[in-house]
């Protein structure tokens, strides 16, 4: 099908059911005003926060009006990504984003007017009884005082806001909405309109022209807008930058840290061990060289089949079989949460006009996880449904186990129950596999899966690292200076076996994950961390099941590498990555056996 459907055309079964967060626009409505009023009643609190009482319901009133607040702007929000054309949505995404910055202003005296007594009153107040609940919470604010301002100093910035989000809102836009690309041949030679949604798919062609085209449309199209992107994108540094100085950290990285309790060279430590370990992605580069036949490898070639004639096409229904089969190792308790969200509409499954591009799982603590996809009927789109079901079922279990103010975990574990889900549908699809070309088919969408997990997400890591150094130290971040930094991590990451073409250098315009700062390391991090539990449960069983299990009830209750030391994963080593590159040594090994 060449022509996108509209939302109104797709089958109420393939979207997800968003009656299940607010039954209708009224109902939205009702809630609004509920908390427009609550924001209001805050203020009551003001200059009472010294006596455990006090605070204790203040606390509370806070988590309820958290909890009301999530909700209507991931729902909100979901609406607008079903059509981001739709005026109706774009505007109730903007209200309840303008409500979210109320309520941060409305909530804005907590932290400073507590963290203004003494530090033994604030003692004292740790060890009160009254306040058991809010113990780990407490601890934390101390934690945090020395980066917490004053009072009027707190709400200016609160104020500021909307401004804050003004990078990322307008790369959204720009990136889904308004950045239109041309039309290019597919397979069959006819001319369909380059999406995102498509790009992997032409990328994936046999026909080198088809991917060759495809590849330069996409750059060409974000090279037009390359004063644009590199405005907006230098716009976040400097608003990092901003955040960073005002709060006093050393700099922005160690700020983005902080949050997590991430200590910095759990950073350092990824970009270290994976620099050491290039020469495997080189020789991975070389074989993939070898097998395509190619004079000279390029960029375009990096998602290109390496087995002839064969293509897995696995449609929607068969890629929820096989995903439920290879997650039998986690038990019937996992598997029945997992049937839920099949049977109840948790997932909005098929691409289709101004849809949102990408893939998530999102939601509000009181309401089951949300979906989104943007399914073709391929191996990605089924590892990326089991990746997605993943993180759904975390929150359903932390939310289950966890009180509000614990359930929500950090981002830096958020990849870990993702990538672990892909690991077991790996492991079951290799187990079933009897052709040697289905076999050579899955270790390289295996290894292609560390190439982009660890190699290429660790590389975005270093871009990020490398751009705000430069800016930190009075910089000017151009179109000229970004494109170079990108092409020439490009080179070293690549190797001698890949024809970096010049085209790559404006990749770094594209990726959405730049405007959320300091977040993709953990993707590298997660996936080492989530190859250990994979080994642990296939060889242990049981104990490793219960351990990971707690692990996904444990919710925000501790911090990150804490939670993840118990389950018997430390991240605070370089050997999970370590693990993870000698499970990337063996892939080759076979593949190269194979080839």
Known sequence: MNQVPVRSEVPAENTWKLEDLF??????????????????????????????????????????????????????NMKHHEDTTNPTYQALSDKSRR????????????????????????????????????????????????????????????????VSQAPGTIFGMLNNADLKFPKVKNDQGEEVELTHGRYIQFLESRNREVRENAFHAMYSTYAKYKNTLASTLSANVSKNIFYSNVRHYPSV????????????????????TIHESLPLLHRYMKLRKKLLKVDELHMYDLFAPLVDEYKMDITYDEARQKVKESLKPLGEDYLHILQDGFDHRWIDVYENQNKRS??????????????????????????????????????????????????????????????????????????????????????????????????????????????????????????ESLSKIYYDLNLQYHGKDMKVDQEIEMEWARIPHFYTSFYVYKYAT????????????????????????????????DYSINILQRAGVDMSSPEPIKQAMSVFKGLIEQMEALS
């Open 23 to 76: 039954p209708n626009q009224q109902a939205w409505d009702d809630e609004y005003a509920k908390v427009k009023q609550q924001l209001g009643e805050m203020a009551k609190y003001q200059g009472k926060l010294n006596e455990a009482n006090a605070i204790k319901d203040c606390f509370a009133k806070e988590d309820e009006l958290s909890i009301h607040t999530e909700r209507l702007y991931v729902y909100a």
């Open 99 to 162: 409500l979210s910055v109320e309520a941060n202003e409305a909530l804005s005296f907590i932290s400073p007017e507590i963290l203004s007594l003494s530090d033994e009153q604030l003692q004292k107040l740790v060890a009160d009884p009254a306040l058991a609940f809010y113990k780990r919470t407490l601890e934390e604010m101390i934690r945090q005082k020395p980066h917490v301002l004053s009072k009027s100093e707190e709400s200016l910035l609160a104020q500021a806001g909307n």
């Open 253 to 272: 990285l160690e700020m983005s840290l902080y949050g997590d309790n991430i200590p910095k060279e759990v950073y350092t430590n990824l970009i270290d």
């Open 358 to 479: 990408g893939a998530y799982s999102w939601g509000a603590y009181g309401t089951h996880p949300y979906v989104l996809l943007n399914h073709k009927d391929n191996l990605n789109s089924m590892f990326t449904l089991t990746h997605e079901m993943g993180h759904a079922i975390h929150s359903y279990l932390s939310d289950a186990n966890q009180e509000y103010r614990y359930a929500q975990y950090t981002i830096f574990l958020a990849e870990v129950a993702s990538t672990l889900n892909e690991a077991l549908l790996m492991d079951y699809m290799l187990k079933h596999s009897t052709d040697p070309k289905a076999k050579m088919y899955l270790l390289t969408y295996y290894a292609d899966q560390f190439r982009t997990t660890v190699f290429r997400q660790t590389m975005f890591a270093e871009f990020e690292k490398i751009i705000h150094e430069k800016a930190e130290a009075g910089e000017s971040l151009t179109p």
């Open 526 to 557: 997660g996936f080492s961390a989530a190859t250990s539990f994979a080994k642990q449960i296939l060889d242990e069983g049981q104990p490793a099941v219960d351990r990971y299990l707690g692990f996904l009830k444990s919710g925000g209750s």
